[in-house]
């Protein structure tokens, strides 16, 4: 058993700490001294330099809320901020925090779910709780919480949490597994009340888990691209997701389809699929739904399943998600992500009186229930991602500049 550690000293800073190479101005409003004082401690023991203005030299701006942001910085300033990105200070913090997130739902805990998940709005909102600052503060200094160590040791919080991992397996799927006594990925490949999407998710786990490098993403998308062509001529394919932030690799292919014509996309998806099988680029079928004939669902249809790289047999997740032209712009930018912009830009949405999600932007009337694609209840006509950012005043973002 590992002894206690003995009280630290106020250690020196350290150019390599996890703040290394940051240029940091911090906006004070709505900062406690004491706190304020802190923070650029912190900061500075870490490895960044404090910056007094906000000169060319500064990579990031931390404020307390976007609205003590917007007051310092305007809009155009903000556009012109070289790489401008929402601040990652606190990517320890969320990382640890949405790994206790999981856990919590993982053990059907809601109440505590909700208050964790407020953590990753914590750079957004002033008003957070005595015990999530002690959070904070431990991994702001330790880059652990303990409490998560605990959890993480836990058997039953490791088990469901593998489960949780297979493709299809939900957090209480997962407890019912367990609690028919699983402890490993090999017991459940003898279970019998699997659906045939978690049994391809088994049996392709660690496939599923190897990231594919970018030129291999880019190769399938140019494939991708030319079958959709031969289908029919104008078909747009983009590869979406961490692809199109360009990232260097890549968890699985988000492909987002639509025709310029408004039409041409119905119906589209089926023969795309049956093709793409008799090439051997796609495999596995994991979920397939077409709404596009119906206008059921705005119209959207969605492939999900395994593909592999040609002449390959190791599996890959891929997405399809087919949109009608005039929605196209909302499917994009939410399939493009990252998930932090995703909730961004719904939450400024929201406080606009709309409703943003991947089929529209919607006036938030009473009574709408945010149901998607309802009938009667149009999205906003904006054709281009540029017009939904303008629309919701958010400052534009190429697709690389939005990994937040
Ligand atoms: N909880 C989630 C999950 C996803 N998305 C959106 C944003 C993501 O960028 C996009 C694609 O989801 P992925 O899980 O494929 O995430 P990425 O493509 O960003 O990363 P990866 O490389 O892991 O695939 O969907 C979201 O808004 N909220
Ligand atoms: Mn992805």
Redesign the pocket.
């Known amino acids: 058993m590992a002894p206690k550690r003995t009280k630290r000293k106020s250690p020196s800073p350290d150019p390599q700490g996890m703040f290394a190479g940051m240029t940091v101005f911090l906006i004070e409003d709505g900062v406690q001294s004491l706190r304020l004082q802190i923070w650029k401690q912190k900061l500075v023991q870490m490895g960044a330099k404090v910056e007094t203005q906000l000169s060319e030299k500064v990579s990031h701006v931390f404020a307390i809320s976007s609205d003590a942001l917007f007051h310092h910085v305007d809009d155009d300033r903000l556009a012109r901020f070289k790489g401008y990105s929402p601040p990652d200070l606190n990517k320890g913090i969320t990382e640890i925090f949405g790994k206790l997130v999981n856990i919590y739902r993982a053990l059907g805990d809601d109440r505590r779910s909700f208050k964790v998940e407020s953590a990753d709005q914590v750079k957004d909102l002033p008003g957070i709780g005595k015990s999530m600052q002690d959070h904070i503060q431990e991994i702001v200094t330790t880059g652990k919480l303990s409490k998560l160590e605990q959890f993480e040791t836990d058997e039953k919080v490791k088990t469901i949490t593998l489960f949780g991992e297979v493709w299809g397996i939900g957090p209480a799927t997962a407890l019912k597994l367990y609690e028919k006594g699983h402890r490993t990925l090999d017991d459940l490949k003898n279970e019998d009340s699997l659906t045939n999407a978690q049994v391809i998710g088994l049996k392709y786990f660690d496939d599923i888990k190897t990231?594919?490098p970018r030129h291999e993403a880019q190769e399938m998308e140019l494939v991708l691209q030319k079958v959709a062509e031969d289908i029919i001529p104008g078909m747009v394919v983009v590869c979406?997701?961490?692809?199109?932030?360009g990232?260097a690799?890549?968890?699985?292919?988000?492909i987002v389809i639509t025709h310029p014509d408004g039409k041409s996309h119905k119906g589209f998806l089926q023969n795309y699929v049956k093709r793409l099988k008799e090439m051997k680029l796609l495999r596995e079928d994991l979920i397939f739904s077409t709404h596009s004939e119906e206008g059921t669902d705005s119209g959207v249809d969605t492939y999900f399943g395994l593909c592999t790289y040609p002449g390959r047999e190791l599996r890959h997740?891929i997405?399809f998600k087919v949109y009608p032209r005039d929605i196209y712009a909302f499917g994009l930018i939410?399939?493009?992500?990252?998930?932090v912009?995703?909730?961004r830009l719904r939450l400024l949405a929201e406080s606009k009186g709309y409703r943003l999600d991947d089929t529209g932007l919607f006036p938030a009337t009473h009574g709408s229930g945010g149901k998607r694609g309802s009938r009667g209840t149009a999205s906003l006509k904006l054709e281009t991602e540029k017009e939904v950012f303008d629309f919701l005043g958010f400052p534009w973002l190429e697709p690389y500049e939005?990994n937040l």
């Open positions: 990231r594919i979406g997701g961490s692809y199109r932030r990232k690799s890549c968890g699985d292919l988000d997740r997405d939410a399939w493009t992500g990252n998930d912009l995703n909730r939005r």
